[in-house]
């Protein structure tokens, strides 16, 4: 398994800026993902995040908007750019250990105000 | 592509009872399967995971899930429900095989009355 942590755990912020959340693992993995999860809804996969090259996103999701950065094996960070209130949700950064498991982190739960 | 229906959105349990929570899914081989569980507030934590081999898996906090390729189901039972059970419960298949992407179902809630 591996033990994930995501900062912030919670934020409100104003409609038209950004939010960069970071997310840090205790070991070295391949591949990191980035989900989704909006009131009351199940998971969203926003977008694949592999060291050393660009991230894969998903239909409906667009790099302008949640440009990722995975600089090495053990984090990687999401920003959400030009809130708007639908952007209210829970981003859960996930990992993948090699063993076809996912592992996710405790969550950053978004408010636009 | 692969899919899941959990097609009870919630249930409720009186503790002490048993649980059993429906997943039906979707996909062309066998399938990786697994159940989270999403406490109140918190990210999501695997109860346990289905690849091959024995049909009926053990998981963490008294869960089991049997794996049923006639019905295309992988239901999750515990004998009895303790009141901290109560937790968002996801059900979720993969294609497996390495590089894999999970799909989600939409989540069963489980409310536990004393």
Redesign the interface.
């Known amino acids: ?1 591996a033990v ?1 942590s ?1 900062k912030p755990s919670r934020d409100i912020c104003q409609r038209g800026t950004s939010l960069t959340i970071q997310c840090q693992v205790d070991s070295q993995v391949t ?1 990191m ?1 980035w989900y989704r999860q909006q009131p009351g ?3 969203t ?1 926003i977008a ?1 995040a592999n060291q050393g090259s660009e991230a894969t996103y998903e239909s409906g999701f667009v790099i302008d908007k949640f440009p990722i950065s995975r600089p090495n094996l053990t984090f990687s960070t999401l920003t959400v750019s030009n809130m708007s209130p639908e952007d209210s949700s829970i981003y ?1 950064c ?1 990992v ?1 250990t090699g063993a ?8 950053t ?1 978004l408010t636009v105000l | 592509a692969q899919s899941v229906t959990q097609p009870d959105i919630h249930i409720t349990v009186s503790e002490g009872a048993s649980l059993e929570l429906r997943c039906n899914y979707s996909y062309g081989a066998t399938p990786y399967l697994f159940w989270y569980v999403q406490s109140p507030g918190q990210g999501l934590q695997l109860l346990l995971k289905y690849f091959s081999g024995d049909t009926l898996v053990q998981g963490i906090k008294g869960f089991e899930a049997e794996f049923k390729r006639s019905q295309s189901s992988f239901n999750l039972r515990k004998p009895s429900v303790h009141w901290s059970d109560a937790a968002e419960y996801f059900c979720a298949v993969a294609a497996g095989g390495g590089s894999y992407i999970p799909t989600f179902g939409r989540g069963t809630s489980l409310i536990v009355h004393p």
């Open positions: 398994s994930i995501q591949m993902f809804q199940s998971l996969l694949t859960l996930s993948s076809d498991t996912q592992y996710f982190g405790p969550g739960r």
